[in-house]
């Protein structure tokens, strides 16, 4: 199975989504009265704990990934987190970019400011997610194997394949 690190597009689409539900968020509170804007203080440091643990996660499988096969320990961390939450946090980083947005209009209100610092702090630590998720994303490669899609192993039967057709 051949791998692929996630395209520069998708974390441009999952900013443009998040951004455009941010701002559709922020403009229907205003339209309603009904105030959704903003992130309470306790969401940034959650978010900051996941990055954490995912840099921790991404480490360890860094670290499983480089050790000798005959040396490697029975259990195998799934990186699977590690993506779950790059997905997310390029999505928050745009949510909270768009209910600022939307709030910059209003700023000299004392209730819009609060929350445009607030969605500032959560966007800062989105976007610090979604460094550590790449950076994690990077970590999480494995070496190629010995198997057919080692390089050594295709340039192998390359050349067995050239010195089969000059025998013929």
Request: one cysteine or more; a positive charge; charged letters at 15%.
């Amino acid at each position: 199975m051949k791998t692929r690190r996630t395209p520069w597009w998708q974390y441009v689409i999952g900013a443009v989504l998040g951004l455009l539900a941010g701002i559709g968020l922020a403009s229907y509170g205003e339209s309603s009265g009904l105030s959704l804007i903003g992130a309470p203080w306790i969401v940034p440091g959650l978010l900051a704990v996941l990055g954490v643990i995912v840099l921790i996660l991404a480490l360890q499988v860094h670290k499983y990934a480089n050790t000798d096969p005959k040396k490697r320990p029975r259990s195998f961390i799934n990186p699977t987190i590690a993506v779950y939450t790059l997905v997310l946090a390029k999505a928050l980083a745009g949510w909270y970019g768009g209910q600022i947005v939307v709030s910059l209009s209003h700023i000299e209100a004392d209730f819009y400011a609060h929350a445009v610092t607030e969605c500032a702090i959560a966007a800062v630590v989105c976007i610090a997610d979604m460094i550590i998720g790449i950076i994690g994303e990077w970590l999480c490669q494995l070496p190629p194997n010995e198997g057919p899609e080692n390089p050594k192993i295709k340039e192998a039967k390359r050349r067995s394949d050239i010195a089969q057709a000059y025998k013929r």
